[in-house]
C-alpha cells in the first residue's frame, strides 16, 4: 500500500488505475501518516492502517482473552480457531486440506520443517534464489543440493511421470520460493507438481520420494495464494508482510497428506495428553497443530489477525487488486529508472532482474537496483540511503537475507566474497590529541593510551577569559595556531606559537591540589572543576592571542574531593573537557564525498588533510564507502570495542582554517544544501570497557 495511488505508464503513454476513486479515497485516510513521505519498503514490512490499529486494541479493551490451555478460556480458543480459517479461506483452502501452525515467522516455519522432516537418507534440495532460511535447513540434512535458476527451469518445466516402483524409503525436499525477495521473480507454481512427479530424480542416482516446500512469506504480501490449484507439501508465511500488524507472527501450513513425512522429538507445554516425569513416557495430542505449537501461542497477536483480515475487506482490496496496483508502479519504476541517464550518457542505474516487468504473471513488485555516478562508479548503499532519508523517502539498501540471488546478479565469486568477509572494514589513519581545548591537534604517530576520560592528555587544559568562560576558535581564530607539544622525556607541556613558547608541568605537583586556585567553568552545559596554570603562562596567552585576561586552566581529577565534570542534571560525568563525548570519528571517504561537492573556486584551499583538521576529529577512519559510519552501533578498533552515542552536529567552527585562523563559508556551506541542512558530520564514540588498561594504534583494522 505504497503512497502512489496512480500509477502513471509512461513508456506506454496510458495511465492505468487498479484502485478505484473511492478506495483510493479510503486508503489516503486509512495511511494519512504518508503525507509528504513516499513509502517503497513494503517488501521489508506492509504498513497497517490506522483504523485496523484502532480496531484491535478496541477489542483488547472489551474482551477478556485468557490462556487458551486454560479450562475458562473457550472465548480464546474460538478467536483461534476462526483465525486458523480466515487463513486458510485467504489461500483458498480448507481445513480439510491443510491444517494452519502459527509460529514466530516464517523463518520459524522454515525451521520447523528442518527440525522435523524425515529424510531418511534423502536430499535438501533448494532454489539458488532463496531466503537465508532456507540455507539454514542444510543443518538438518545429511544430502543437499543447490539448483541453479537455469537448471530449475530446465528440469522442472517439463512434465515427468511418477514411478512409484522405484520408490524407496529415502525422501526429498525442494524448497523454492514462489517470489524472489532480491528481484521480484515469480516462479512457476507448476514445478509443485512436477516434483511431486519425481522430476528431481533425474539428477541423482537413487530416486527419491519428493516433497515441497514453498517459501510464500514474500509473494502473500502482495498475490493471491492459491493452495486449491497449487497444493505445496508445506507452506511458509509471514503475517506483517501481509498486514503490518502484528509483527513477530507466521504460520507453517501443511498439506493433511504429508503430516506423516514430519516427526517431533520435542514437546512443548500444552503439546501432549501426558508425560511422566521419570519415565520417558509422553502422548501428543493428536492434531498436528496441537503438537507443533509449543508453549502458550501468541494468542493476542493471533487474534488480531482478524482486524487485518477485516481490513481488507473495508477498503475492498483483494490480493489481485493489491498485485496488479503494487505491479504497475514497480513497472513505472523500472521503466524510468531504465531510462535515466547522465549528461555524458552514462546510465544513472543498473537494474537486476530477471523480466523486464512485462507481466504480472512473472514479475512481482520488487525492484532492485545500484546507483552510479557520471563515471561510472557505484553509488554506496549508504550514501543512498543517507539521502533517501533526507528526502523522505523510505527503502531498503544492502544485500540483505539472500546470498544466492546477491552473488548471482552481482556475479560475485563464493571465494571472493569469503575473502572479503574475512578483510578489515576500515583501517585507522590518523590518531589526533587535543591536549588543550579548542587548539591545535598533537598527531599520534605509533599507538596512544586509552583513559577513562578519553584518550590520555585529551582536551585536558582549556583558556578562559577574565569572566570564567571558556573560550574556543568562534571567539579567537587564532587559538588553532596554538601548538601545545607533549615532552614525555622532561615531563613538560610546551605551548607554542609562532617563535614564542612557554613551558609547564605536565602532571601537577603531589602538593598542587592543597595550594591551588580552583576555578569553575563549564562545558556545553557542565559544570567543570580545575586549577588555574598560574600568572606567567596566562600573561603569555594574553600576549601572544591578543585578548587580555585570558588564563589557563587544567581540569581536575577525579578524586574525592574534586569532581572534574558535572552534568546538568547533577550526575558525575566522567569524561574530559570535549564537548558531547570521549572520542569523534570522521570517515575519509566521507569527508571526500564533501570535498567533491564544493565549488572549484572554493578548492584552492581546501584539501583532504584541510577539511579533515577542520572537523576535529580523534580517528580518522579510511573505510571504503561514504557515510557508512552512520550506521554503525560498535565499532572494533582491533579488539578494543567502542559503542556509537550519537552524531556531531556541526556549526561554523569547520569555516576555520585550522593552519591561518581564517574564516570562509566553506565547508558549511555546501554540507548545508547538500544535506537539506541537517548538518550532521562524524559520530561521537565511548568505549564499552572504560576501566581495562588499553592502547590504540594507527593502522589498526576497524570492524563496524
Known sequence: ??????????????????????????????????????????????????????????????????????????????????????????????????????????????????????????????????????????????????????????????????????????????????????????????????????????????PENWYTLLDAACFASTNQLDLHQYQPDFISISFYKIFGY??????????????????????????????????????????????FEDGTISFLSISSLRHGFDILQTLNLTPDLISLHTFNVAKYTFANLMEMHHSNGTAVAELYHDTKFESVKTQGSIINFNLKRPNGNYVGYSEVLHFANLNGVHLRTGCFCNPGACQKYLKLDPDKVQNQFEEITGKLVNIYVYPVKSCAPLAVKGSWKLTHIGLEYDRRWMIVNSSGACVSQKKIGKL??????????????????????????????????????????????????????GNEVAEWLSANLGEFGLRLLRQCDFTAHTSGRHSTQGEQTLMSLANKAEYLVINMRTAQWLRERIPQDDLLCLTLESILLRFRANFVVDFTEPFVENDLAILLFNDVAFKFTGHCRRCQMICIDQETGEKSKEPLRTLSKELNGQMRFGIYLSRNDSLGQYYIETGSSVKG
Not at 265 to 274: A, N
Not at 482 to 505: T, V, W
Request: hydrophobic content about 35%; charged content about 20%; aromatic content about 10%.
Open 1 to 206: 500500500m505504497e503512497k502512489s495511488l496512480k500509477t502513471e505508464n509512461k513508456i506506454q503513454n496510458e495511465k492505468c488505475y487498479v484502485y478505484s476513486k473511492e478506495q483510493a479515497s479510503k486508503i489516503r485516510c486509512e495511511f494519512s501518516r504518508l503525507k509528504d513521505l513516499c513509502y517503497l519498503d513494503h517488501a521489508g514490512a506492509t504498513l497497517y492502517s490506522e483504523k485496523q490499529l484502532a480496531n484491535i486494541f478496541t477489542d483488547l479493551s472489551n474482551n477478556i482473552y485468557s490462556n487458551p490451555h486454560s479450562h475458562s478460556s473457550e472465548f480464546t480458543k474460538d478467536a483461534v480457531d476462526i483465525v486458523r480459517y480466515k487463513v486458510l479461506s485467504f489461500v483458498k483452502t480448507s481445513p480439510d486440506q491443510y491444517s494452519v501452525i502459527f509460529t514466530s515467522g516464517a523463518t520459524h516455519a522454515l525451521k520447523l520443517i528442518g527440525e522435523t522432516f524425515e529424510f531418511n537418507g534423502g536430499t535438501l534440495a533448494y532454489l539458488e534464489d532463496n531466503h537465508t532460511s532456507v540455507l539454514g535447513m542444510r543443518k538438518f540434512a545429511s544430502n543437499f543440493r543447490e539448483l541453479k535458476v537455469e537448471e530449475a527451469f530446465n528440469v522442472l518445466s517439463n512434465p515427468a511421470d511418477s514411478n512409484s516402483e522405484l520408490r524407496n524409503g529415502k525422501n526429498g525436499l525442494f524448497v523454492y520460493p514462489a517470489q524472489s525477495n532480491f528481484a521480484g521473480t515469480k516462479y512457476p507454481l507448476s514445478w509443485i507438481k512436477t516434483v511431486k512427479c519425481e522430476a528431481l530424480n533425474h539428477l541423482f542416482a537413487t
Open 246 to 291: 502484528p509483527t513477530g507472527l507466521g504460520a507453517l501450513l501443511v498439506k493433511r497428506s504429508s503430516e506423516n513425512a514430519l516427526t517431533k522429538t520435542y514437546f512443548g507445554g500444552g503439546t501432549v495428553l501426558m508425560a511422566l516425569s521419570a519415565q520417558n513416557v509422553m502422548i501428543p495430542k493428536p492434531i498436528i497443530y496441537e503438537q
Open 480 to 533: 588553532c595556531t596554538l601548538k601545545p607539544i607533549l615532552d614525555f622525556s622532561r615531563k613538560m607541556l610546551k605551548l607554542k606559537i609562532n617563535d614564542s613558547e612557554i613551558s609547564m608541568p605536565l602532571e601537577p605537583e603531589e602538593n598542587a591540589s592543597s595550594n591551588a586556585n580552583f576555578c569553575n567553568s563549564k562545558v556545553c552545559g557542565d559544570k567543570v572543576q580545575g586549577f588555574d596554570c
